[in-house]
C-alpha cells in the first residue's frame, strides 16, 4: 500500500537522509520448492515480498500484512529463518530515500489467496528454482533458500571481529 503515514511524516522532517527501518521478508514457496520474488519495475533488483514494520505490528503480524499486500497470499509464517541488518543491509530507492534495514526473515506457507498484489508497488511476481534466483536487492545468505523446514537454527550475521573491537575500547 505504498508508505505509511508513519513513514511519510518521518520523511518529511529528515528528506532523504538515512533512516533506521524495522522490516520483515517472508520466503514464500510453491509445491514445488520455488521461491516468490517480486519485480517493482522501476529497476530495482528483484525482492522477496517486504517491507516496513508499522507502529503497533508484531514482526509476524507484519509479514502476513506485507506478503497479501504485495503478493495476494494470505501465509503463516513458520518459522523465523535470519535477522540482518548493518551496512551491508543499506539501500537507496530509485527516489533517493535512504534506509538501513533491520530485518526478520520468515518461512512462510501458503494458506490461501491468488497470486495477484494488492497494493500497487508489484510489477511481475515470480517464482525460481532456489539454485538458479536472480541476484536479490539485498544480500541475504543463499543457503537460506536451499534449505527447507524448520530443523536448522536461526542465521543471524558474526563476525569475530566485533568482540575484538569492543575490547579494545
Known sequence: MGMSDYYKSLREKVGNELIFLPCVVGIVRNKRGEILLQNKGNG???????????LGE????????EVWEETGLSVI?????????GKEFRYQYPNGHKVE????????????????????????LRYFHPNTMPELALPYPKHLFTQVGCEEDIYFQWNEEWVKEVSKK
Open 101 to 124: 534495514y533491520n530485518v526478520y526473515m520468515f518461512d512462510c506457507t501458503i494458506e490461501g489467496g491468488e497470486l495477484s498484489p494488492i497494493d500497487d508497488e508489484t510489477v511481475e
Open 58 to 65: 508484531a514482526p509476524a503480524q507484519s509479514v502476513v500484512r
Open 44 to 54: 530495482e533488483k528483484w525482492s522477496l515480498p517486504a517491507g516496513a514494520i508499522e
Open 77 to 85: 509464517p513458520k518459522k523465523l529463518v535470519g535477522v540482518f541488518g
